[in-house]
């Protein structure tokens, strides 16, 4: 069937190829079907959408970025047929099922996945299927290797090339910002690739976002690594492991991250990289992705295994992940506070122990030291590894001289103050991400959460819990209103509860 385009004068990911009611009934297809668009010799694949009204009969509104490809003007005439889905969509049934998926077809859901060939709702079922039925590890493996094999891979052609990677799940864990530093400032390499929030109120790539570009190529990340000896991009703006930043867009609004995926994901981009030793980062405790210390040795295990089937040295660290990390939560109060450390300017604890713990982890895996933790913290203290972060944020186009005061913080606020005496109970992980991202995190960079005590610590009434920041007075509003209905820090005394009417936690 023939039809006159009707030029949407904007560029999308997806192709879309919007028709009125009548004509898609007479085409017999459904919003979400996929139509061939052909013009001359040129064609491309497209979802139905319909939008009666805005095109009329014998319309079809495509966007700048299908016009352009097919070359083809405002008011052109295309031809327009129904096509089948792909097979993979067949093997997301079949995952739906609960069968087990063979390598080709693991291939080939990934391959279409990478080439936009699946709409939202095949991919969401993708994901969701391994929520529920999970991989064996097989099936693991081919998902990796795929991941691997449908973007492009790096090589470097000398040094050692090093990596390490966090599950994510405990907020306010901006620690690789110490970590990839202290490893450049040791003399080992690490081209660090990161994804931004998948669970949490800000991944590393959006908190590297606010001091650096993250957007980095491929052939960027080899040239600064190589110059530099680290960097820290958002995977997503390169085209290594392609099919990974598709499906973490899936995961974000579901706050989900099923245990294959996770394992492919993280694997796939130290695969990519040609990363010879890997450190990967387990938080464990309750509101994270793993609750439990035996859940944590579990994965602990699929990581080194995973590992060996790639040719990747994996070592694995527990650590403990029951409420933030460092004091801060949100882009730019994280890239403050892992600025801090790097200044060596008060930081918490619980940030800087974490951070050598991982890093001397890895600096002995790779031989440098016998002592890890006490060499990262040399190289942290002695200012080296601030001196190594602002060559990276340099090469990476931000401001070597950035200073952590300087950083800019949302300045709508709100501070809960302690309704009782008693000590913190609990900081509740997921009420923390869920109050930040209320508050605009991690899209508004300078929204978040400072927390004032952590648990364990005593306070009197009226002493400050926590502050929020906002950049936006309406999200503020939501996000205070959120955190009294719902406390993400939890002070207790000796009494819990009394009925029938007074709640204090
Ligand atoms: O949002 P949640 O689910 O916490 O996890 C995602 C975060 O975890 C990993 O951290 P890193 O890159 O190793 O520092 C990812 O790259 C990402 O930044
Ligand atoms: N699924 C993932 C968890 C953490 N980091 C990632 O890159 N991917």
Redesign the pocket.
């Given at each position: 069937m023939k039809f006159r385009v009707k030029l949407i004068p904007v560029r999308m990911d997806r192709s879309s190829a919007i028709m009125s009611q009548e004509d898609a009934e007479e085409l017999g297809v459904l919003v979400g079907d996929r139509v061939k668009l052909v013009f001359g010799k040129k064609s491309v694949i497209a979802d139905v959408q319909i939008a009666t009204g805005l095109i009329e009969r014998g319309e079809i509104g495509i966007c700048r970025t299908i016009t352009d490809y097919l070359e083809i003007e405002d008011g052109g005439e295309v031809e327009l047929y129904p096509v089948s889905k792909p097979a993979s969509v067949e093997y997301i049934r079949k995952k739906m099922d609960g069968h087990k998926l063979t390598k080709e077809e693991i291939f080939a859901i990934i391959k279409d996945i990478v080439n936009n060939a699946l709409n939202e709702i095949e991919l969401s079922a993708f994901v969701l299927s391994d929520y529920f039925h999970g991989m064996d590890f097989d099936e693991i493996e081919w998902t990796t290797r795929a991941m691997i094999d449908t973007g492009e891979t790096l090589t470097f052609e000398r040094g050692i090339v090093v990596d390490?990677?966090?599950?994510?799940?405990?907020?306010g864990?901006?620690?690789?910002l110490l970590?990839v530093p202290i490893i450049a400032a040791s003399g080992l390499l690490i081209p660090?690739?990161?994804?931004?929030?998948?669970?949490?109120?800000?991944?590393?790539?959006?908190?590297m976002e606010v001091l650096a570009n993250v957007s980095l190529s491929v052939d960027e990340i080899k040239e600064i690594t190589e110059r530099v000896g680290g960097v820290?991009a958002w995977?997503g703006a390169t085209n290594i492991a392609p099919a990974d930043d598709k499906i973490i867009r899936v995961?974000?609004p579901l706050?989900i991250?099923p245990k294959p995926q996770l394992l492919a994901s993280?694997m796939a981009?130290k695969g990519a990289i040609g990363a010879k030793h890997v450190v990967i980062?387990i938080p464990v405790g309750a509101g994270s992705?793993v609750p439990t210390v035996e859940k944590g040795r579990e994965l602990a295990n699929d990581f080194v295994e995973l590992g060996r089937r790639l040719g990747l040295n994996v070592t694995c660290v527990l650590t403990y992940g029951g409420q933030p990390v460092g004091r801060t939560v949100g882009p730019a109060l994280e890239a403050w506070e892992a600025l801090k450390a790097l200044e060596n300017a008060k930081p918490p604890r619980s940030l800087v122990e974490k951070a050598l713990g991982v890093a001397g982890t890895l600096l002995e895996m790779a031989g440098i030291t016998v002592n890890g933790i006490e060499h990262a913290r040399k190289i942290l203290e002695s200012g080296k590894a601030l001196e190594k972060f602002r060559e990276i944020v340099e090469a990476q186009g931000g401001d070597p001289n950035i200073k952590s005061d300087d950083v800019p913080i949302g300045d709508k606020t709100y501070q809960f103050t302690s309704p009782i005496d008693g000590a913190i109970a609990h900081v509740d992980n997921k009420r923390i991400?869920k109050v930040a991202r209320a508050a605009g995190a991690p899209k508004d960079k300078g929204a978040g959460i400072m927390l004032h005590k952590k648990g364990g610590q005593h306070v009197k009434v009226g002493d400050p819990l926590f502050t929020i920041y906002a950049e936006k007075e309406w999200k503020l509003d939501r996000a205070v209103e959120l955190a009294m209905r719902e406390p993400p820090v939890v002070v207790s005394g000796m009494v819990l509860e009394k009925y029938p009417s007074y709640r204090y936690i």
């Open positions: 390490k990677h966090s599950i994510g799940g405990v907020p864990n901006k620690i690789s970590i660090k690739t990161a994804s931004r929030a998948i669970t949490s109120a800000s991944g590393t790539a959006d908190t820290i995977g995961e974000y706050s991250d993280v981009k980062d992705k991400v």
